[in-house]
């Protein structure tokens, strides 16, 4: 199936270790502007917290950016274990903010690397997705008699039309699943004896 599962929520979830507080917070990020804009309003929701460690991929596959930070905590004890979770999980266009209230315990560094990461499992396995499906957009221009057949192979091929203009022609612009283009074309042109061929619009 193509595709790939994106965070269907914003969602927390609250751990505690040693007294210190530790608070994932999971949403989707199609930019990276939008993981940041995230953080910055975690910020601004807990500014009395002791640290606001930060992973984000944004993407998927070979076409992934990412990002991460320690927020003061020692050196790869805080960023690396919570990004190490993220990548593992199989889930694109995800940022994640942990954000940690300090109880007075020290915990080291391989007790941080643990409680970040636990934090970040915990929050991913009650995390709701759902699978963002890769579509792109095909032009179709037909005459009025074969308008009505279209419509309905667009529908059982799950596309969805954009925008639509009746001139001389009718003019069709609809999204659609990659897995269905190929198909959708041959049954247009099946369906019209060759005289209307969808056109990929996208590059």
Same mark, same amino acid.
């Given at each position: 199936?193509?595709?790939?599962?994106?965070?269907? *929520?914003?969602?927390?979830? +609250? +751990?505690?270790?040693?007294?210190?507080?530790?608070?994932?917070?999971?949403?989707?990020?199609?930019?990276?502007?939008?993981? !940041?804009?995230?953080?910055?309003?975690?910020?601004?929701?807990?500014?009395?917290?002791?640290?606001?460690?930060?992973?984000?991929?944004?993407?998927?596959?070979?076409?992934?950016? *990412?990002?991460?930070?320690?927020?003061? *905590?020692?050196?790869?004890?805080?960023?690396?274990?919570? &990004?190490?979770?993220?990548?593992?999980?199989?889930?694109?266009?995800?940022?994640?903010?942990? +954000?940690?209230?300090?109880?007075? @315990?020290?915990?080291? +560094?391989?007790?941080?690397?643990?409680?970040?990461?636990?934090?970040?499992?915990?929050?991913?396995?009650?995390? !709701? @997705?759902?699978? !963002?499906?890769?579509? !792109?957009?095909?032009?179709?221009?037909?005459?009025?008699?074969?308008?009505?057949?279209?419509?309905?192979?667009?529908?059982?091929? *799950?596309?969805?039309?954009?925008?639509?203009?009746?001139?001389?022609?009718?003019?069709?612009?609809?999204?659609?699943?990659?897995?269905?283009?190929? @198909?959708?074309?041959?049954?247009?042109?099946? &369906?019209?004896?060759?005289?209307?061929?969808?056109?990929?619009?996208?590059?």
């Amino acid at each position: 199936m193509n595709g790939y599962l994106v965070p269907a *929520e914003t969602h927390r979830v +609250t +751990t505690m270790v040693s007294n210190s507080r530790f608070i994932a917070s999971v949403a989707r990020a199609n930019t990276v502007d939008e993981a !940041k804009a995230f953080l910055a309003g975690i910020r601004q929701e807990m500014p009395d917290a002791t640290h606001h460690v930060y992973a984000f991929r944004v993407g998927y596959g070979n076409s992934v950016i *990412e990002g991460m930070s320690d927020d003061g *905590e020692p050196s790869g004890t805080a960023g690396p274990p919570v &990004l190490a979770v993220v990548r593992g999980s199989d889930i694109g266009d995800i940022v994640m903010v942990v +954000t940690r209230y300090f109880g007075g @315990t020290k915990l080291g +560094t391989g007790g941080l690397v643990r409680a970040y990461g636990d934090a970040a499992r915990a929050a991913l396995e009650s995390l !709701k @997705t759902e699978r !963002k499906i890769e579509r !792109k957009t095909l032009g179709i221009e037909t005459p009025y008699t074969f308008y009505q057949p279209i419509r309905r192979l667009v529908d059982e091929h *799950e596309g969805v039309v954009d925008e639509e203009e009746f001139a001389g022609d009718v003019t069709i612009l609809a999204s659609f699943p990659l897995d269905q283009i190929e @198909t959708f074309t041959s049954a247009v042109i099946e &369906l019209t004896a060759g005289n209307v061929s969808p056109v990929v619009l996208d590059s």
